[in-house]
């Protein structure tokens, strides 16, 4: 699979209210925290519509946790019907179109996460780049929120707007917003319920996947996770500030020997990903950005190999990022 196509799947997939006056940060720091957990250890059940520019989409989400293990199906109602669930130990992608079947590790933070779990889960905001408020705001799906306020310091990085039930701390409404304010994303639940208990039949596929083909993406050959900036065979000689590299991964691309490698950067809230692709034509090579949502893409290229960056941040970010990427030397004795 070429780059652009890895690049698509992964955005795909992967994915007013007045405020009242200001409360202090460390109650909207709190309020996120609280966010990340209820959508753990929570039942909840709604209807969620993700809009990107002019693109909707819409999509059914069921979370069932029982005996403390989180299990979420995710249907986009649509005609294909296509289906995420998110188990124990794997993720599965179910396409009815493709009469196929794609499995995935559940420990790869982006591999079939739900759209409303990509947006500030597990995040560390730092105070040089990110401002944090709170406020109340009024209802949303007949449900009393509040409204927390993530406001970068820099054009490097894109804002948040989070609208939380305030008895639960489930976000009903996530926007993302460019540096003059506009919202280039936003996710919002048209309907939502928290019940007690919910029947383990309600996140299973609705589909008979007997006769799908079941695929098993191959084992990465790197590490999952490189915390220090010398590993791999690339790094980025220049970033913007806050960000560092946080992951490294390797593999052989679909057919030969040709190599995929993918360096993970980020600033404790958004992240790039940095995919390095040999053996790509002349012709499939180039410069040039992309756009699907808030994500924002990148693509140029160096000697033979064809360079992507990509993530939730302005393009000026993946611009300079995917501009700046060097094969790593090699230290001498």
Excluded: C
Aim: charged fraction near 25%; hydrophobic fraction near 40%.
């Amino acid at each position: 699979m070429r780059i652009r196509q890895r690049i698509r799947a992964m955005v795909l997939i992967a994915t007013a209210v007045v405020a009242g006056p200001a409360l202090g940060t460390d109650d909207a720091r709190g309020w996120l925290e609280r966010m990340g957990q209820a959508l753990e250890t929570l039942n909840y059940e709604g209807t969620l519509i993700q809009s990107q520019g002019a693109d909707v989409a819409v999509m059914r989400i069921v979370h069932r946790v029982e005996n403390g293990m989180p299990t979420e199906r995710i249907t986009a109602m649509d005609d294909v019907g296509r289906e995420i669930i998110r188990q124990e130990e794997e993720v599965i992608f179910i396409l009815p179109d493709e009469q196929a079947v794609m499995v995935g590790a559940r420990g790869e933070k982006a591999v079939g996460m739900s759209p409303i779990r990509q947006q500030l889960g597990g995040s560390r905001f730092d105070d040089r780049y990110y401002k944090l408020t709170i406020a109340t705001a009024g209802k949303l799906v007949g449900r009393t929120a509040r409204l927390v306020t993530v406001q970068p310091t820099d054009t490097w990085r894109f804002g948040y707007r989070v609208w939380l039930d305030q008895e639960t701390g489930i976000p009903l409404k996530i926007q993302i917003a460019d540096r003059d304010g506009v919202v280039v994303e936003q996710l919002l639940f048209s309907e939502i319920s928290l019940p007690e208990r919910i029947p383990a039949s309600a996140v299973q596929s609705s589909a008979k996947l007997d006769s799908y083909t079941w695929q098993r993406p191959p084992a990465a050959t790197g590490p999952v996770a490189a915390p220090l900036a010398n590993q791999g065979n690339w790094r980025a000689l220049a970033l913007p500030p806050g960000f560092s590299l946080k992951a490294v991964r390797s593999e052989k691309a679909d057919k030969g020997t040709d190599v995929l490698e993918q360096l993970v950067y980020s600033d404790g809230v958004a992240s790039v990903s940095v995919f390095i692709e040999s053996g790509v034509a002349a012709a499939e090579r180039g410069e040039g950005p992309s756009r699907m949502g808030a994500a924002n893409a990148y693509t140029t290229d160096l000697s033979i190999h064809m360079i992507t960056a990509v993530g939730e941040v302005p393009l000026d970010t993946v611009k300079a990022i995917a501009r700046s990427i060097r094969p790593a030397r090699t230290p001498g004795p």
